[in-house]
Nanobody, 124 residues
Framework: QVQLIESGGGWVQAGGSLRISCSAS????????MGWFRQAPGKDRELVAA????????RYADSVKGRFTISRDFARNTVYLQMNNLESGDTAEYYC?????????????????WGQGTRVTVSS
């Protein structure tokens, strides 16, 4: 069982930046693909970004391309989501997820482990 703990959420003005982190309870080896999802009030949970086990393949939602960057630090068992030029539409609960394969996936049903979420609020 992999435990994931998100941190770094908060409040920011539109145009600002935040970096959220996801720490894993076990080494985030190359066998674990990781993803960031978000859920805004009244909306479905959606993929924001995903990164493969080896870290070489990344995928982003169209709405965040060019603004968000996903990365991982194997030495720290941590995955990051750097969010720049934030918009009010980015306001949501952000969840970290992991799957026991090194191949990324875009649907939440394909992920095996989930964190509790961290709230990001963007004020316009």
């Amino acid at each position: 069982q992999v435990q994931l703990i998100e941190s770094g959420g908060g409040w920011v003005q539109a145009g600002g930046s935040l970096r959220i982190s996801c720490s894993a309870s076990e080494p985030t080896s190359v066998s674990l693909a990781m993803g960031w999802f978000r859920q805004a009030p009244g909306k479905d949970r959606e993929l924001v970004a995903a990164i493969s086990g080896i870290g070489g393949v990344k995928r982003y939602a169209d709405s965040v391309k060019g603004r968000f960057t996903i990365s991982r630090d194997f030495a720290r068992n941590t995955v990051y989501l750097q969010m720049n030029n934030l918009e009010s539409g980015d306001t949501a609960e952000y969840y970290c997820a992991a799957r026991r394969t090194n191949v990324i996936a875009t649907t939440q049903s394909n992920y095996d482990y989930w964190g509790q979420g961290t709230r990001v609020t963007v004020s316009s």
